[in-house]
């Protein structure tokens, strides 16, 4: 399993191999057999594990997801694909009224062993409904997992953890990352739910996740050739979120930036700058900043990278932070 693979191929490694550990595991989504889903994730799984395992659905997701929890109250362990980010709303009533609820409203009795991937994002210049981030939504909602890798590995590593966890994990993939390649190792080096330093720094601390973890990777190596040591971290998990290494890291850097797709408004670096200035107050040598997208709907593709934070928004937040 070793080796450089894309994202894509990461993640049908997976697949694959979470179907063939546990027969109780079974995929479900529109066009994932026969064509192996929109971006080929289950290219070829459908012929080798068969129908009954990988089934191609009807264009219903409110049907899929409802079918799924029912699965997961029969012993089963159902991986869902919602195929486009904006699509999910259709099944977002199943996700956080029943799915999100079932263990609490059973008092623990009932388990509900459902991973739902959610490819999200923009940065591939598709049309309405394709490039939204709603990751706010399902981080809001008690009793959901959420999770989004940034690289193959832990693509890979992470989607098969959420699948053998006994609790609904929202899986969110940055679907303008399926083509990027990165070494897979052959075991797991994190925790589902920890944060990692990706790049470390002492002048300021760069908080991302998924897409935009990339983008802060390049802010950081610009940064170098004026002197400025940015650190970068890949929070990973966005439900629960690992406060200790994010903390950790604003101590002792004395700045914090945050930045998302989301746009700005009530997004994940919300929460994450009014925590970590509630916690590292005494250490801050200036606010904690949020970049992300504008409060708007997504635009036509061929404005999107106006739309998308970049590097020059991410070095202007850098900027302002080290000018306090």
């Known amino acids: ?80 694909e919602i195929q486009f980010d904006g699509f999910v709303y259709p099944a977002f009533d199943q996700i956080v009224s029943q799915l999100a609820k079932m263990h609490a409203r059973a008092l623990g009795q009932i388990k509900m062993p459902v991973t739902v991937r959610i490819p999200y994002a923009g940065g591939i210049g598709a049309v309405e409904h394709h490039s939204e981030s709603h990751e706010a939504y399902f981080a809001h909602t008690a009793g959901l997992r959420v999770v989004t890798p940034s690289n193959a590995h832990d693509a890979h590593w992470m989607l098969r ?58 802010a950081a190596a610009a940064a170098a050739e004026d002197g400025r040591q940015l650190e970068v971290v890949d929070l990973r998990s966005l439900s629960p979120i690992d406060f200790a290494v994010l903390e950790e890291s604003v101590k002792r850097t004395g700045r914090g930036i945050v930045v998302h797709e989301a746009p700005v408004f009530l997004g994940m670096g919300a929460e994450l700058a009014a925590r970590l200035t509630e916690r590292c107050f005494y250490h801050l040598e200036a606010p904690i900043l949020r970049v992300g997208g504008y409060h708007a709907p997504y635009p036509p593709s061929r ?20 000018a306090f």
């Open 1 to 80: 399993m070793a080796g450089q693979l894309s994202m894509a191929k990461a993640l049908n490694n997976a697949l694959r191999k979470s179907l063939e550990s546990d027969p109780k595991t079974l995929l479900m989504g529109e066009d994932i057999g026969k064509l192996g889903g929109v971006f080929r994730i289950t290219d070829g799984l459908q012929k080798d594990f068969g129908e009954d395992r990988v089934i191609d659905t009807p264009l219903a997701e409110s049907g899929i997801m409802g079918t799924a929890i029912g699965l997961a109250l029969r012993g089963y362990r159902p991986v869902v």
């Open 161 to 218: 953890q959420a699948i053998a966890s006994d609790d609904p994990v929202i899986f969110l993939e940055p679907k303008r990352r399926y083509w990027d390649k990165a070494e897979v190792g052959d075991a797991a080096d994190l925790s589902l739910h920890s944060a990692r330093i990706v790049r470390p720094g002492t002048d300021a601390t760069l908080i991302a996740y998924g897409p935009m973890v990339k983008v802060c990777q390049e």
């Open 303 to 322: 404005v999107e990278e106006a739309f998308l934070p970049d590097l020059d928004r991410v070095l202007d937040a850098v900027d302002r932070a080290l």
